[in-house]
């Protein structure tokens, strides 16, 4: 199912829980802003080559927009469009004063050299730099893009505003990055997994995972859940998959999956087809990579107790269903992965305030945030008698509504 329209549904489901009158409903719905730009950049044989970029702003009720900007081969409109809802939302879940943006350029980005990459940045910075900033839409990395980009993005838009560290998260440290922004993602699924199973009277520790997705998300989360004892029993990613039942050596596959750029060939492991990996015997399931992969084909086969979505959107609604039949319990991804977002949050505040953290401080706020969300979401099951994803549908899509009819923006 397309991803604007399994949002879309979320959304009504959780307007109708909430009973939000038609026109607040629609008001909340419609994007802020869209844009679309036609970035060429001269390549390094000195042909020219254009991209089209994108940047959605959803919504701007309780603060400045904010989302990562992908550079992916498959980025359109309705893509960029539901993520930058998906933001709206998971930005109000966390608890922090923003709203919800997304952008993206349709490029492979493999296929580009660092020095192209650069120029398509810088192109695709300057048509943009007047419609982001620091209090209206802080962009952050995503698929495909990371630091050196924001670092990029950070130095265009100062030619034209002044120095400015905080119209970017996701920075090198070495330009007001934040310390622990690379591992937040991954670092907020462990603190989300451990919510989730102390609610069900289990530790990490003993639990045998499978983990679709080794990139920033899945090698983060893969390394902190083994230190605290979890079992990682299969990983795949876009070179392949491994399964060992005894558990993997996540350290070695660390260091063999930056030296070969995947999994594939890692000898602590028997390679297993990548499209199996969703439907291996495991406690529990983590999608890290692209939406959409847990689907009315797979769902019935699927064999986790519980289901960490540290992808977004990586389970369609007719999954969904079959999967809550199931007595499956999927922690949604507006909960689950914002972790990277709300320490781009810290990055912000640190950078407005010129006051950066040590690493420590980061991280417990962050637990600190996540547990703190995970109550608001429970309380909002119990209120609405719903499952979790519909409780942080209902706790985000509720707390943009207040601010909305508070500022009197309502239709």
């Known amino acids: 199912m397309n991803a604007l329209v399994a949002t879309n549904r979320n959304f009504k489901l959780a307007a109708r829980l909430l009973g939000l009158d038609a026109k607040l409903e629609k008001s909340l719905l419609i994007p802020f802003r869209e844009i679309k730009v036609e970035c060429t950049i001269p390549k390094d044989d000195g042909t020219l080559a254009s991209f089209v970029g994108f940047r959605v702003q959803h919504d701007n009720a309780r603060g400045p927009m904010k989302g990562g900007i992908r550079y992916h081969p498959e980025v359109d409109p309705d893509e960029v469009n539901a993520l930058a809802q998906l933001m709206t939302w998971k930005t109000a879940v966390a608890n922090i004063p923003y709203g919800g943006a997304k952008g993206g350029i349709g490029c492979n980005p493999g296929e580009l050299s660092l020095s192209e990459l650069e120029r398509l940045t810088r192109v695709f910075t300057q048509k ?75 530790t990490i520790s003993g639990q045998r995972f499978v983990i679709q997705g080794f990139g920033n998300v899945g090698a983060w989360a893969a390394q902190l859940i083994s230190e605290q004892g979890g079992k990682i029993i299969a990983v795949s990613d876009i070179t392949g998959a491994i399964k060992n039942s005894k558990g993997i ?66 389970t369609d609604p007719e999954a969904d269903e079959i999967l809550s039949k199931k007595g499956v319990v999927i922690l949604p991804d507006i909960f689950a992965n914002s972790g990277g977002v709300t320490v781009s949050y810290f990055e912000w505040v640190q950078n407005i305030q010129g006051f950066m953290w040590d690493e420590e401080k980061v991280n417990s706020e962050l637990k600190n945030y ?17 499952d979790l994803r519909m409780g942080a549908f209902t706790l985000g899509v509720n707390r943009v509504a207040r601010a909305t009819v508070l500022r009197g923006w309502e239709a």
């Not at 995503?142 to 265009?156: N, R």
């Not at 608001?376 to 008698?385: L, R, S, W, Y």
């Open 370 to 386: 996540m547990n703190k969300g995970f109550k608001d979401v429970k309380e909002m099951c119990k209120t609405h008698n719903c």
């Open 249 to 314: 050596d996540i350290p070695s596959l660390l260091k063999h999956a930056k030296e070969h750029k995947g999994v594939k060939g890692f000898h602590g492991g028997d390679p297993i087809d990548p499209k199996s990996i969703l439907v291996e015997d495991c406690d529990i399931l983590i999608p890290a990579a692209l939406g959409g992969v847990i689907n009315r084909e797979n769902a019935n086969d699927i064999k986790s107790k519980f289901i960490i979505e540290a992808a977004n959107h990586p």
């Open 128 to 202: 943009i730099h007047d419609l982001i900033g620091i209090h209206t839409d802080v962009p952050a990395p995503d698929m495909g893009t990371g630091p050196q980009t924001m670092a990029w993005i950070l130095d265009e838009y100062s030619k034209f505003h002044g120095y400015s560290p905080a119209v970017v998260t996701g920075k090198p440290v070495d330009l007001g990055g934040s310390l622990g922004r690379d591992a937040a993602t991954g670092r907020g699924v462990l603190f989300a997994t451990e919510a989730l199973l102390n609610e069900h009277g289990k």
